[in-house]
């Protein structure tokens, strides 16, 4: 299972490649749903020369950002 903000949840079949856009976007989740076998993300990560490639965000961030994750299915 895969969540980026504004897109809604979708998952990634095996051999699938995927992209997400860099910038001020937050990756809610990336998990897997088997029991009976491994899950591997191999990831390809540019970023700019001197700048942190990863920023996590805190609580209050998260809670204002909260209108821009897409609404899970019930």
């Known amino acids: 299972m895969f969540a980026l903000e504004g897109e809604p949840e979708r998952v990634i079949r095996a051999g699938e490649a995927f992209w997400k ?10 998990a ?17 020369p001197g700048k942190e490639m990863l920023t996590y965000v805190g609580a209050d961030e998260l809670a204002e950002r909260a209108h821009l ?3 899970r299915p019930a």
């Open 32 to 48: 897997t749903h088997l029991s009976d076998a491994r899950t591997t993300f191999i990831a390809v990560m540019v970023c700019t």
């Open 69 to 71: 994750r897409h609404p």
């Open 21 to 30: 856009p860099g910038g001020d976007v937050i990756h809610y989740q990336a």
